[in-house]
């Protein structure tokens, strides 16, 4: 990956944008901190991280792998 990918701005998306799942809302490694983000279905809202995100399974999934996120819970 080149520039920014992680950058909200400037996004071209090669891959078609996912809307949040209610469904993960009752996955064990995801219920305890997410929430749909009512703004906008194409993302997520972690409530301890406060931290809004895409709603797509990986990317939820590393969030919850990762070190920040563990260092809160
Ligand atoms: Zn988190």
Redesign the pocket.
């Known amino acids: 990956m080149d520039r920014g990918s992680d950058l909200a701005k400037n996004k071209k998306p090669k891959h078609r944008l996912q809307k949040f799942r209610p469904e993960w809302l009752k996955n064990q490694l995801f219920k305890m901190?997410l929430m749909p983000n009512n703004f906008n279905e194409y993302e997520a809202y972690?409530?301890?991280?406060k931290?809004t995100i895409k709603s797509e399974r990986i990317v939820l999934k590393n969030?919850?792998l990762?070190k920040?996120?563990k260092a809160?819970?």
């Open positions: 901190w972690y409530k301890f991280c931290q969030h919850a990762s920040k996120h809160i819970m």
